[in-house]
T-cell receptor, first 119, second 112 residues
């Protein structure tokens, strides 16, 4: 089955530093990847849609200069949290859609998530 | 705009019993998809079952089945013969244009 690898699974960083999270589709090509944020005991909040070779589309209220997204290839998208602050601490999940599949056949494949803690 | 509502923050069921999780949604579209995802403590999102809106027949996957009422915009999940491994957060999701809109989730507790 399709696998999405997300790295790192957890990271602790100091306030003011930047953190990069990688999302890779291991055995399929993904023109579109999605980045979610999940607060404790809450649902997934879509942050942005990452499109290969073009600028990401950010949801309302998400700072694009704060959360930099790069989707340089059909198998890799990265989310960089710049100048991280404690309020950025959260669980971040990426998902990817297989280039060749419809939504019903392969709705979305999820990474295992990254727990970010900013001290 | 589409919305998804899960009115049960938490449900509990005795092992081997049956439990139904509720989900309602709002949309003006006629062609869409509905999904139930499971998120165990590992936080991995796992697809449980999916339903195409144009299909009247309710989807079934082993112990998991849905009751899809399109007119009522209702999409409930029934878990039969509940097992300890079913304990997780369950999210209902509405899908169109390859994006998913998520409900708030229901925490399912299995009592041994």
């Amino acid at each position: 089955g399709a696998v999405v690898s997300q790295h790192p699974s957890w990271v602790i960083c100091k306030s003011g530093t930047s953190v990069k999270i990688e999302c890779r589709s291991l055995d399929f090509q993904a023109t579109t990847m999605f980045w979610y944020r999940q607060f404790p005991k809450q649902s997934l909040m879509l942050m942005a849609t990452s499109n290969e070779g073009s600028k990401a589309t950010y949801e309302q209220g998400v700072e694009k200069d704060k959360f930099l997204i790069n989707h340089a290839s059909l198998t890799l998208s990265t989310l960089t949290v710049t100048s991280a602050h404690p309020e950025d601490s959260s669980f971040y999940i990426c998902s990817a859609r297989d280039l060749g599949d419809s939504l019903i056949n392969s709705p979305l494949h999820f990474g295992n998530g990254t727990r970010l803690t900013v001290t | 705009a589409q919305t998804v509502t899960q009115s049960q923050p938490e449900m509990s069921v005795q092992e081997a019993e049956t439990v139904t999780l509720s989900c309602t949604y709002d949309t003006s579209e006629s062609d869409y998809y509905l999904f139930w995802y499971k998120q165990p403590p590992s936080r991995q999102m796992i697809l449980v079952i999916r339903q195409e809106a144009y299909k009247q027949q309710n989807a079934t996957e082993n112990r998991f089945s849905v009751n899809f009422q399109k007119a009522a915009k209702s999409f409930s999940l029934k878990i039969s013969d509940s097992q300890l491994g079913d304990a997780a957060m369950y999210f209902c999701a509405y899908g169109s244009n390859y994006q998913l809109i998520w409900g708030a989730g229901t925490k399912l507790i299995i009592k041994p």
